[in-house]
T-cell receptor, first 109, second 114 residues
């Protein structure tokens, strides 16, 4: 699985968009980009995934650069409940998720 | 529709003991994976069970073993506990079909080894 690099922490004001970056310069053609988040004292929660096209669902948007070497998870209107650790995972084996240390997002009032 | 459930919530054991953790997958799911999460770290994949067999395994010693039952529930067993086994143990379930990629995680079991 390709290695990912994420900033250890980020802050975001409530109501603003949170843009979480992820670098995955060694990604191969058949690897997907997955995002999960983990709210304190809970198990990880799936957010979104994509291969090469931008994706959007009810939780977030995923923007993948054309060369697929980086991506950005966008939470369009962050709330206090979005405070969590966000994990970017690159894999072709969706049965075996390799988590890094993620980005700790703090949403403040 | 119940999500993934795990028991117990918390557990305290001493070094050398054995422990069994239990997981019931989300309704309709047939595949269960186990992860270990040390404090301040991301979850680490232990193994996955499908059709009552271990299908994939991460870099964990043989002290870690598991089982899946016909009703798809699963157990994680850890023998000869070490202090370093103290962690949050997470169970995840999914439906094993080609385009069903999302894994659903339970709340975890917090194991403390003294």
């Amino acid at each position: 699985d390709a290695k990912t690099t994420q900033p250890p922490s980020m802050d975001c004001a409530e109501g603003r968009a949170a843009n979480l970056p992820c670098n995955h310069s060694t990604i191969s053609g058949n690897e997907y980009v997955y995002w999960y988040r983990q709210i304190h004292s809970q198990g990880p929660q799936y957010i979104i995934h994509g291969l090469k096209n931008n994706e959007t669902n009810e939780m977030a948007s995923l923007i993948i650069t054309e060369d697929r070497k980086s991506s950005t998870l966008i939470l369009p209107h962050a709330t206090l409940r979005d405070t969590a650790v966000y994990y970017c995972i690159v894999t072709f084996n969706t049965d075996k998720l390799i988590f890094g240390t993620g980005t700790r997002l703090q949403v403040f009032p | 529709d119940a999500g993934v459930t795990q028991s117990p919530t918390h557990l305290i054991k001493t070094r050398g003991q054995q422990v069994t953790l239990r997981c019931s997958p989300k309704s309709g799911h047939d595949t269960v994976s186990w992860y270990q999460q040390a404090l301040g770290q991301g979850p680490q994949f232990i193994f996955q069970y499908y059709e009552e067999e271990e299908r994939q395994r991460g870099n964990f010693p043989d002290r870690f073993s598991g089982h899946q039952f016909p009703n798809y529930s699963s157990e994680l067993n850890v023998n000869a506990l070490l202090l370093g086994d103290s962690a949050l143990y997470l169970c995840a379930s999914k439906l094993q079909r080609e385009f069903d990629n999302e894994q659903f995680f339970g709340p975890g079991t917090r194991l403390t080894v003294l």
